[in-house]
């Protein structure tokens, strides 16, 4: 992997800080409180996916109410983890690099 | 909110694509298989914070072992969410962009 | 630990067995499927606790509102679980005689 | 539904009080960090059905190893359910017969 930047959270991370100072959210956004909200998104998540089995779920691209429903649960938990990191201070580039060399050794391409 | 990128992932979707192809795992990750690798990946991030207490987790970033879990276990959720994005055709900067709008409106600043 | 009985679920498995044949719903409750309903469950859960800090959790017994929505998600979480199980062949009473004699090895008494 | 006992876990709930009490760990077993513990083993037991498929979730009865593995999560899952009921008060057979009716209700069977 070269050093290209693999995720730019930079617009993200000022927009939902924004977000908190604008609201006085900033107490609530404890690390605990933050992973159990994001545990509480992925579980409306995964109930999209409860009762459709493997080929209803690769169907879900054809109903539009089911996909947007998915975008925006994807997008939950995206943003809670990305409020997770913020909190606790892992930068979310550096995390993705190390984790995909870690993978690389571990599972070595055939 | 204005036009800029919230999150760019162009980066990080063609190195997981990469990393897919090379070891013949595209065939895995269907979207239910990734939502179940994603909530194994969620559990082991909630195990760093268990038996820490509120004080604790706020003290995580002054334990370097610690800190260093938590990074991959961040990078292993944020990892499985773009696969599963990517699989199901979702935009995660579409997707967030969309819902931080929502949320906007749902809890309108003071 | 005696061989007396941990857990007794004989009452529930009839039960739900009888909710699901006269719906028609076994054909919906394939493990995954109930594993993906159990985490949607387990999001809800999640999200009781979520804002509370550790002190509001504790203080949660005194809000009768809490209280019993706090019921009913333990509820949908043992209700999908036993399901689970009962899909699956896992003997409960079986499963969690064996998993504390392996505990109390694992982290014997002092 | 009669008023038979629905789950009984007597013997469980002594039996997991005794295991805290011999090794002082009450304290640790605040409403959180049990629900965020539950969370963990529930990212154990996904993590057995994430690569499966339908098929190969189907028959999982059929591979002893896994088969035990799978009977030591559900046991783990059940084990923190039921320790989070004991400290916040919830009667598990009540928690399921009020949602069991209430189930009924919201699903009348045709």
Redesign the interface.
């Known amino acids: ?1 070269s050093d ?6 930079r ?2 991370t000022t ?1 939902l800080q924004r ?1 908190a100072d ?2 006085g959210w900033n107490r ?1 956004h ?4 933050l ?13 999209i ?6 080929d209803g ?2 169907a ?2 054809d109903d539009p109410a089911r ?1 947007t429903h ?3 649960e ?6 809670y ?2 409020r ?2 913020m909190v ?5 580039d ?3 690099r ?3 060399v ?3 050794i571990k ?1 070595p ?2």
């Open positions: 992997m290209e930047i693999l995720i730019d959270t617009g993200l927009a977000f604008e609201r609530h404890s690390p605990r409180n992973v159990l909200a994001l545990v509480g998104e992925v579980g409306e998540l995964a109930e996916f409860q009762w459709l089995g493997d779920a690769a879900l691209r996909f998915l975008q925006e994807i997008a939950d938990v995206l943003l983890l990305t997770l990191a606790t201070g892992v930068d979310l550096q995390a993705v190390d984790k995909m870690k993978n690389a599972y391409a055939p």
